[in-house]
Protein backbone atom coordinates (compact mmCIF):
# COMPACT_ATOMS: atom_id res chain seq x y z
CA UNK A 1 0.00 0.00 0.00
CA UNK A 2 2.68 2.57 0.95
CA UNK A 3 4.43 1.57 -2.30
CA UNK A 4 1.39 2.18 -4.48
CA UNK A 5 0.61 5.64 -3.21
CA UNK A 6 3.94 6.69 -3.33
CA UNK A 7 3.55 5.68 -6.97
CA UNK A 8 0.17 7.45 -7.14
CA UNK A 9 1.41 10.92 -5.48
CA UNK A 10 4.19 10.65 -8.09
CA UNK A 11 1.49 10.14 -11.11
CA UNK A 12 -0.98 12.66 -9.87
CA UNK A 13 2.10 15.13 -9.23
CA UNK A 14 3.42 14.71 -13.32
CA UNK A 15 -0.21 15.02 -14.27
CA UNK A 16 -0.42 18.31 -12.63
CA UNK A 17 3.24 19.21 -14.24
CA UNK A 18 1.77 18.25 -18.02
CA UNK A 19 -1.46 20.22 -17.56
CA UNK A 20 1.08 23.32 -16.58
CA UNK A 21 -0.57 23.99 -12.90
CA UNK A 22 3.12 23.17 -11.80
CA UNK A 23 6.57 23.52 -12.99
CA UNK A 24 8.78 20.25 -12.35
CA UNK A 25 11.18 21.80 -9.99
CA UNK A 26 8.12 23.19 -7.51
CA UNK A 27 9.17 20.55 -4.95
CA UNK A 28 12.68 20.42 -5.37
CA UNK A 29 15.00 19.63 -2.58
CA UNK A 30 17.36 22.52 -0.97
CA UNK A 31 19.91 21.32 1.66
CA UNK A 32 22.84 23.59 2.60
CA UNK A 33 25.32 23.60 4.78
CA UNK A 34 25.20 26.52 7.68
CA UNK A 35 28.32 28.66 8.00
CA UNK A 36 27.21 29.88 11.87
CA UNK A 37 26.40 26.16 13.21
CA UNK A 38 27.74 24.23 16.03
CA UNK A 39 30.88 21.87 14.92
CA UNK A 40 28.78 18.99 15.19
CA UNK A 41 25.64 20.44 13.58
CA UNK A 42 28.06 21.28 10.68
CA UNK A 43 29.08 17.40 10.61
CA UNK A 44 25.81 16.03 10.77
CA UNK A 45 25.02 18.53 7.80
CA UNK A 46 28.14 17.72 5.81
CA UNK A 47 26.86 14.15 6.14
CA UNK A 48 23.71 14.62 4.82
CA UNK A 49 24.76 16.84 1.76
CA UNK A 50 27.15 13.52 1.05
CA UNK A 51 24.28 11.19 0.99
CA UNK A 52 22.35 13.36 -0.99
CA UNK A 53 24.86 14.10 -3.65
CA UNK A 54 25.55 10.34 -4.05
CA UNK A 55 21.67 9.62 -5.13
CA UNK A 56 22.34 12.51 -7.27
CA UNK A 57 19.38 14.30 -5.32
CA UNK A 58 20.74 18.49 -5.62
CA UNK A 59 21.98 17.12 -9.21
CA UNK A 60 18.12 16.24 -10.62
CA UNK A 61 15.04 17.37 -9.41
CA UNK A 62 13.47 15.79 -6.76
CA UNK A 63 10.64 14.44 -8.10
CA UNK A 64 12.40 13.21 -11.04
CA UNK A 65 14.85 10.70 -8.43
CA UNK A 66 11.54 10.05 -6.66
CA UNK A 67 10.17 8.62 -9.99
CA UNK A 68 12.90 6.43 -10.26
CA UNK A 69 12.42 5.65 -7.07
CA UNK A 70 8.28 5.19 -6.95
CA UNK A 71 7.94 2.30 -10.11
CA UNK A 72 10.91 0.19 -8.62
CA UNK A 73 9.76 -0.01 -5.49
CA UNK A 74 6.12 -0.77 -6.41
CA UNK A 75 7.15 -3.22 -9.12
CA UNK A 76 9.31 -5.08 -6.57
CA UNK A 77 6.66 -4.82 -3.51
CA UNK A 78 4.06 -6.57 -5.92
CA UNK A 79 6.70 -9.03 -7.06
CA UNK A 80 8.04 -10.01 -3.76
CA UNK A 81 4.81 -10.38 -2.10
CA UNK A 82 3.35 -12.64 -4.91
CA UNK A 83 6.18 -14.73 -5.42
CA UNK A 84 6.49 -15.02 -1.34
CA UNK A 85 3.18 -15.80 -1.40
CA UNK A 86 2.55 -12.81 1.34
CA UNK A 87 -0.53 -11.91 2.90
CA UNK A 88 0.73 -10.40 6.40
CA UNK A 89 1.29 -6.72 7.19
CA UNK A 90 4.17 -7.31 9.33
CA UNK A 91 5.99 -9.19 6.53
CA UNK A 92 4.88 -6.94 4.08
CA UNK A 93 6.95 -3.86 6.24
CA UNK A 94 9.62 -6.22 7.04
CA UNK A 95 10.12 -6.70 2.83
CA UNK A 96 9.87 -2.85 2.74
CA UNK A 97 13.58 -1.74 4.24
CA UNK A 98 15.40 -3.74 1.39
CA UNK A 99 13.15 -3.25 -1.10
CA UNK A 100 13.26 0.82 -0.47
CA UNK A 101 17.40 0.34 -0.31
CA UNK A 102 17.24 -1.08 -3.67
CA UNK A 103 15.29 1.14 -5.29
CA UNK A 104 17.19 3.93 -3.92
CA UNK A 105 20.07 2.45 -5.32
CA UNK A 106 18.25 1.47 -8.76
CA UNK A 107 17.35 5.37 -9.20
CA UNK A 108 20.75 6.49 -8.56
CA UNK A 109 22.36 4.21 -11.76
CA UNK A 110 19.31 5.56 -13.82
CA UNK A 111 19.27 9.21 -12.57
CA UNK A 112 23.04 9.44 -13.18
CA UNK A 113 22.95 9.82 -17.55
CA UNK A 114 20.47 13.13 -16.26
CA UNK A 115 23.00 15.00 -13.79
CA UNK A 116 24.78 16.30 -16.94
CA UNK A 117 21.60 16.60 -19.01
CA UNK A 118 20.33 18.93 -15.84
CA UNK A 119 24.05 20.91 -15.23
CA UNK A 120 23.68 22.02 -19.67
CA UNK A 121 19.71 23.16 -18.78
CA UNK A 122 20.68 25.24 -15.94
CA UNK A 123 23.57 26.84 -17.77
CA UNK A 124 21.19 27.68 -20.51
CA UNK A 125 18.50 29.19 -19.16
CA UNK A 126 21.03 31.19 -16.70
CA UNK A 127 22.38 32.22 -20.39
CA UNK A 128 20.27 32.75 -22.40
CA UNK A 129 17.12 34.63 -20.56
CA UNK A 130 17.80 36.58 -17.42
CA UNK A 131 14.45 37.60 -16.05
CA UNK A 132 15.46 40.26 -13.52
CA UNK A 133 14.13 43.97 -14.12
CA UNK A 134 11.51 42.31 -16.28
CA UNK A 135 7.95 42.50 -15.33
CA UNK A 136 6.23 38.56 -14.76
CA UNK A 137 2.71 37.00 -14.40
CA UNK A 138 2.17 35.31 -11.02
CA UNK A 139 1.14 32.19 -11.26
CA UNK A 140 0.87 30.23 -7.98
CA UNK A 141 0.34 32.73 -4.88
CA UNK A 142 3.72 34.34 -3.13
CA UNK A 143 4.42 36.13 -0.38
CA UNK A 144 7.79 36.95 1.68
CA UNK A 145 7.90 33.76 3.45
CA UNK A 146 6.12 31.44 0.81
CA UNK A 147 7.12 30.04 -2.34
CA UNK A 148 5.11 30.74 -5.58
CA UNK A 149 5.21 30.86 -9.47
CA UNK A 150 5.59 33.57 -12.09
CA UNK A 151 6.09 33.48 -15.43
CA UNK A 152 7.84 35.73 -17.66
CA UNK A 153 7.36 36.16 -21.47
CA UNK A 154 9.77 37.53 -23.70
CA UNK A 155 11.22 37.36 -27.09
CA UNK A 156 8.16 34.80 -27.50
CA UNK A 157 9.98 32.66 -25.10
CA UNK A 158 7.98 32.04 -21.86
CA UNK A 159 9.90 31.12 -18.68
CA UNK A 160 8.82 30.35 -15.21
CA UNK A 161 10.29 31.11 -12.18
CA UNK A 162 9.88 29.85 -8.33
CA UNK A 163 9.20 33.27 -6.74
CA UNK A 164 8.94 35.26 -3.46
CA UNK A 165 7.72 38.26 -2.19
CA UNK A 166 10.70 40.67 -1.30
CA UNK A 167 8.58 42.77 0.58
CA UNK A 168 5.70 42.39 3.27
CA UNK A 169 3.34 42.33 0.55
CA UNK A 170 1.30 39.17 -0.93
CA UNK A 171 0.64 38.01 -4.19
CA UNK A 172 -2.34 36.21 -5.67
CA UNK A 173 -2.34 34.59 -9.12
CA UNK A 174 -2.54 36.89 -12.03
CA UNK A 175 -1.08 39.96 -10.38
CA UNK A 176 1.52 41.66 -12.02
CA UNK A 177 5.29 41.77 -10.39
CA UNK A 178 8.61 43.34 -11.28
CA UNK A 179 11.61 40.62 -10.59
CA UNK A 180 14.13 42.49 -8.85
CA UNK A 181 16.94 39.98 -7.95
CA UNK A 182 17.68 36.47 -7.58
CA UNK A 183 18.09 34.52 -3.91
CA UNK A 184 20.99 32.07 -4.14
CA UNK A 185 20.30 31.12 -0.69
CA UNK A 186 16.43 30.01 -1.43
CA UNK A 187 16.69 29.62 -4.92
CA UNK A 188 14.31 31.61 -6.33
CA UNK A 189 13.48 35.19 -7.96
CA UNK A 190 12.72 38.02 -5.75
CA UNK A 191 9.72 39.93 -7.02
CA UNK A 192 7.96 43.22 -5.67
CA UNK A 193 4.52 44.04 -7.35
CA UNK A 194 4.16 46.69 -10.03
CA UNK A 195 1.71 48.45 -11.49
CA UNK A 196 1.79 49.57 -15.13
CA UNK A 197 -0.59 52.26 -14.92
Known amino acids: ?33 G ?3 PHDAALSVSWLNHALAFFNLGRVPLMVFLSF ?26 FLLPLLVGSLLVAKVLTTPFVRLFATLEQDQAGAT ?7 TVLLPASQHHLGQAVV ?7 ML ?3 VASD ?15 ATGRCYLIEPYDSH
Open 153 to 159: RTNGDTL
Open 69 to 94: VALPLWAGSILLNYYAHNTSWLLGLA
Open 130 to 136: NPIGKVC
Open 35 to 37: HDV
Open 162 to 164: NVK
Open 169 to 183: AELLKGDTALVIDYS
Open 1 to 33: MLATGLLIFVLLYWLTVILGLLDFKTLDLHVEG
